[in-house]
């Protein structure tokens, strides 16, 4: 008898009745004696025919040479898809021959599936099978789509906490997940947190493959992966912090050998196309779209590969050349790229999915003053040339994450013009687990005074459940009371309306944790500061 989905689910993350492995001793042919799919299973990049599925084998996830125990050894790499969780059909099959220069890993990319279908994989070498993954095709490009469930998350610093917000994502059933990077951090291992990262400070291709093996071994995440697509880019940390094309934010010898081997442990470790692929210089294509039939095309940006450096010392800045016109964000080629597809784009929502903060956010705490280097705001021009070609979208929704806080943002058509008028929103996600528990608060935040474009702040963790149908958006903004605590439950901390054709935030729900909670930690005194502090700009 078919599981029913939920069921299924539980199975995936916990294994339980899916998993089958055998450990005699005379299975002399398995060629592990322990099991090498501790690093789950995952999909992503749906399209109406198909999608990616993905592994790595990893027996000891944590060994210095990042090989996960596999060594050198190359190993056959069975998989099916079925349209049964019970695989007693089965719709497609192949093998896959791993070897260290891939790291071990398995990116399989299915076609000429059905539409809008549910689907099931699993992998198996020699005796050991893997756990099971859902995964979903998206729906024909000319289907008159009624809804869409995104969830949207990023910045997972292991050492901050645990992955409870991945679990409770996945929970809401979206029909994919967006992450916007921060899937891992760099830095070295620290003893002050819940968790510690093993290792230094990520610098070879070793220590970049140990750290996603460190993070994947987490069972929220694993069981948030094997439930649904992930459409996933990287933001700063999965290379280094601040990075800009060729510049890291301190100096480093070979910066440049850094970012190929940090990319290619990024490709390794994500179940994307082979487009996304190191090419020979080491750069890698990570701009894409997801379509959802005529409700929604999904625009996800390369916000750190291309473009110009920060101005000034990369934190808070007034120096002018934030307005130079000749600076770039998304470089020309991906700049031309997302001004055709915009133009030409018949969706009902176009979703810009990106990294860092796309509103104009003036910030004065003492003597600090201006705007941060390292968002939009440090490329003036290039924010505006990416709004005209917004101008041709019917519903412009940007994505970003990037500061560890919730924030609800309208978009204006430039920000230099006062009374400009509102021409999309930004909803700007809080992190999984980065920055810790934060607090709770009224949602309102010290910058507002001279930023009446902000219209939400909160600095839970969390993710953000975004609900398209033709006629509105409704994105619930999530919220857990913890991350230091493995576990906690979430809710919806505040909802946001945004109805077709008019671009604007109507809040309709606002839900603060009970007093007595232990969400309702004090917020700091000085909230100005702790934010810019937060944030890394103090
Ligand atoms: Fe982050
Ligand atoms: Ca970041």
Redesign the pocket.
Known sequence: MPLTRRAALAAAAGGVGLVVADQRPSAATTPFYVNPFTLGVASGEPTPDGFVIWTRLAPRPLTSDGTGGVGTRRFTVDWQVSRRSDFATIERKGSVRTSKSGGHAVHVTLTGLEPGREYWYRFRVGKWLSSVGRAVTAPRLDAAVTALTVAQLS?ANWQNGWFTVYRRAAEQQPDFLVHL??FIYESAGQDTGPRAHVGAECVTLADYRRRYAQYRTDPDLQFAQASAPFVAVY???EVDNDWAANSPSTPFADFASRRRKALRAWYENHPVRTFSRPAADGSVRAYRRVFWGKLLTAHVLDTRQYRSDQVGNGAITEDPARLDPTRTMLGATQEGWLQQNLQGSTARWDLIAQ?VMLTQRRVEVGGTRGWSADAWDGYVPARQRLLAATAAARNAVFLS??SHAAWANLIQADFEIPDSPTVGVELSNTSVASGGDGFDGDGTHPFMAANPNLRFYNSLRGFHLLRFTPGELVADYRCVATVTTPGDTDWTRARFVVADGQPGLDQTLDQPSAPTSPTQRRAPRDLATATLKAEGLL
Request: glycine share 22%; hydrophobic share 0%; with cysteine.
């Open positions: 910045c990077g921060d933001d700063d940390h990294q994450g990037d």
